[in-house]
């Protein structure tokens, strides 16, 4: 069977990040265990969040007025460490405001307000696993079979913490030899929970960092899958009580929690101009297709 592949990012909310130390959306009561590097830094443009997403998760406060680089970092700053978003509101921005950078795993405090997403994650992409590993013609009918992934991606939103997930994107690449996915799908949450689905794979080439961007993709696609992380089924099937599948027996590949990618640092959105007050973190995961010698790809 063909090789097919893809990636699962989610954006979390930390919304009340007073000092913290970081390395996708959820809500911190208590920081003071956490603390962040102090200086802040500018990157790139977000523009997966900045030109298409939902208006219920538009500020709604009065329109801005220009301000400089240094004044839009300082406001920044200044809600880094209050957690008033009022100091958001009279400053524009052109792109993402990115904490440093800094590689690897969140705090160990951190990890227990994220385990639904992450296990929420783990779930969608062994679901996609095993959808993609047992059947060849799976990966030629995406389009066919679109209401199942708008469904998955959708679902992805939800929990027990409600807002904990900001965004979720599903990308499906089947052929590795080609550097655009076949598919990207973004579902947003705004503040009055309506979920808004949105099919950007024509927008691809757009996508700039800290959200999933093209070099989330890229980093996959060029290395080695996490074999640390799979871990190898065999697959039974009862065909005396099963039409389909026809094969009595299979192999597949399954991912755990390890697999998980973490965002470099949290950032603030900017769309249409404006900081959304929260600060977000991106995980992500990969799930493969097969090889003809049914070892795991991309």
């Known amino acids: 069977m063909g090789p097919s592949a893809g990636l699962l990012p989610l954006l979390l909310l930390l919304p009340s990040l007073l000092s913290a130390q970081l390395t996708t959306v959820s809500e911190l009561k208590d920081t003071s265990s956490l603390e962040f590097t102090p200086t802040p830094c500018l990157t790139d443009p ?25 004044e839009n970092r300082s406001a920044a700053e200044s809600y880094l460490y209050t957690g008033d978003s009022s100091s958001l509101a009279a400053s524009t921005c052109t792109r993402s405001f990115q904490l440093p950078v800094r590689l690897g ?11 639904q997403a992450i296990a ?23 389009r066919e079979d679109i209401e199942w992934y708008h469904a998955l991606v959708r679902a992805m939103l939800e929990g027990d913490r409600p807002g904990l997930v900001r965004r979720a994107f599903l990308t499906f690449d089947a052929d590795p030899t080609i550097q655009q996915p076949q598919l990207v799908l973004r579902a947003s949450k705004g503040t009055t929970q309506d979920i808004l689905l949105q099919d ?94 049914l070892s795991p790809e991309f």
């Open 200 to 293: 950007l794979t024509s927008a691809w080439t757009g996508f700039r960092p800290p959200a999933p961007d093209q070099s989330w993709f890229d980093t996959f696609k060029s290395s080695s899958p996490p074999l640390h992380a799979l871990s190898k089924r065999v697959l039974l099937n009862d065909l005396s009580t099963l039409d389909t599948p026809k094969w009595a027996r299979g192999d597949s590949y399954v991912i755990n929690s390890s697999g998980v990618q973490w965002g470099e640092a949290p950032f603030l959105e900017c769309v249409d101009g404006r900081f959304l007050p929260g600060w977000l973190l991106s995980l992500s995961m990969p799930f493969y297709g097969l090889k003809p010698d």
């Open 120 to 142: 929420s994650l783990t779930s969608a992409a062994n679901f996609l696993n095993l959808i993609f590993q047992a059947s060849e013609l799976r990966e030629t009918s995406v």
């Open 105 to 115: 795993s969140p705090p160990r405090d951190l990890l227990p307000l994220l385990h």
């Open 46 to 70: 977000n523009t997966i969040a900045g030109k298409t997403s939902s208006s219920s998760a538009l500020p709604t406060s009065p329109p801005p007025v220009k301000v400089s680089t240094e």
